[in-house]
């Protein structure tokens, strides 16, 4: 079967608000802080980890260079999950509305240098994508229960250059 194109759209907030939240440090902050020395953007994701805890992973992630060919999505039912690169090297955000219980169409987005991203609770997104070999600093839910679904669509899907 032949594949399936997507085009990434850039990362924004209006964008991606139904798939979670885009953190970035950008405009002026909510607060200045440390005797001035430092602003801080105030709680800028919606994280949701159910009756589990917050963790705090490294993810070292592989390259995958554009086109990026796909056919398997996951979602964590019990809790979100945020993905804060550790560069300014850009990534790919694979993630799709839930479809009754299975995913629908997929839609690609690409962050630009700064951005990371959290993923709200049962979001049906790809795996890390990074563009260059990466590594990413990922604050998720950990505890009891299976908080891990993967789906395979029949036809791969195909991520082209912007």
């Known amino acids: 079967m032949a594949e399936r194109v997507l085009r990434p759209a850039p990362l924004t907030a209006a964008a991606f608000a139904p798939f979670g939240d885009v953190l970035e440090a950008t405009g002026a902050p909510d607060m200045v802080i440390n005797a001035g020395r430092c602003g801080r953007f105030h709680d800028r994701a919606r994280l949701d980890f159910g009756d589990g805890r917050a963790g705090l992973s490294l993810f070292r992630a592989d390259a995958c260079p ?22 300014d090297d850009p990534f790919l955000v694979i993630v799709a509305e ?22 709200l609770r049962g979001t049906w997104h790809g795996v890390l994508t990074p563009l260059v070999d990466a590594t990413f600093a990922v604050l998720d839910r950990v505890g009891d229960g299976v908080n891990l679904q993967e789906h395979r669509y029949g036809t791969p899907w195909s991520v082209a250059p912007p």
């Open 66 to 87: 554009l086109p990026h060919v796909f056919d398997l999505v996951e979602r964590h039912p019990l809790g979100s999950q945020a993905f804060l690169p550790l560069s």
């Open 98 to 119: 839930d479809a009754d219980g299975q995913p629908g169409r997929p839609r690609a987005f690409l962050s630009a240098p700064g951005q990371g991203v959290n993923l």
